[in-house]
């Protein structure tokens, strides 16, 4: 919940100017509902693509403050964040609400990025796998097989967002091949590979190279460092020189 209509469009445009060149990272902005048509159009014929940072699964109905997938598809949306642990844990979203919205998404012909992670509390009792493991299978519970390369999982260590602490790269390697032998379990190693794993807790330009460098960390779902065109352009140049 940042940014008003101008902010973001002027962010935006300062992201624009200094990633259009870039042609081997895909790049997604996503700004609030109230900014997402304005957005659009800065973007525009651009290499950067649109987001929303949350979705409903109903079509259309008596469903006061939300808003549906055509609704997001007609603001110029490709991408859709669901699950995000802010939505679970000030929101009291659950993996049935996860998966209904993956599902409607899909649906939709848009590509969901689905949030997974653990809490600190979590982290220390050993049940990190546990919580990895729930939230992944719940969430993609009843998805066709061919869906399943339009989907990105985004693990966020909850213990990790805003708290300017990452994960580091061996905790996030681990985190991330282990929710890939999960997907392998769901739709067979070749899909498994193709579906994009990325980290989100923390990410800044000074860490990004090290987590991306990791073979399961395919990008990075980032939060505060994005809301400033310096930093979240430095984590897109980083981004590109894995290896």
Partial sequence: ??????????????????????????IVLCPPYTALSEVRE????????????DVYWQEEGAFTGEVSCSMLKD?????????????????HETNEA???????????????????????AERKAGKTFDVLKDHVESGLKGIEEEAME????????????????????????GAHKYIRGLLTGLCGQDLAEVVRIQYGG????????ELIDEPDVDGALVGGASLKAE??????????KRG
């Fill in 150 to 173: 339009k989907v990105v999982i985004a693990y966020e260590p909850v213990w990790a967002i805003g708290t300017g602490v990452n994960a580091t790269k061996d905790e996030a390697q």
């Fill in 202 to 209: 923390s990410v800044r330009p000074d860490n990004i190279k």
């Fill in 1 to 26: 919940m940042n940014k008003t209509i101008h902010e973001a469009i002027d962010l935006a445009n300062k992201i624009k100017r200094e990633v259009y060149k870039l042609e081997d990272i895909d």
């Fill in 98 to 120: 996860v998966n209904k919205k993956v599902k409607a998404v899909l649906e939709a012909g848009l590509a969901p990025i689905m949030c997974v992670g653990e809490t600190f």
């Fill in 231 to 240: 930093s979240f352009v430095e984590i897109i140049k980083n981004s590109t």
């Fill in 75 to 91: 603001a110029g949306c490709k991408y859709v964040i669901i699950g995000h642990s802010e939505r679970r844990t000030y929101f």
């Fill in 42 to 53: 800065v973007i525009m014929e651009t290499n950067i693509a649109l987001g929303a940072q």
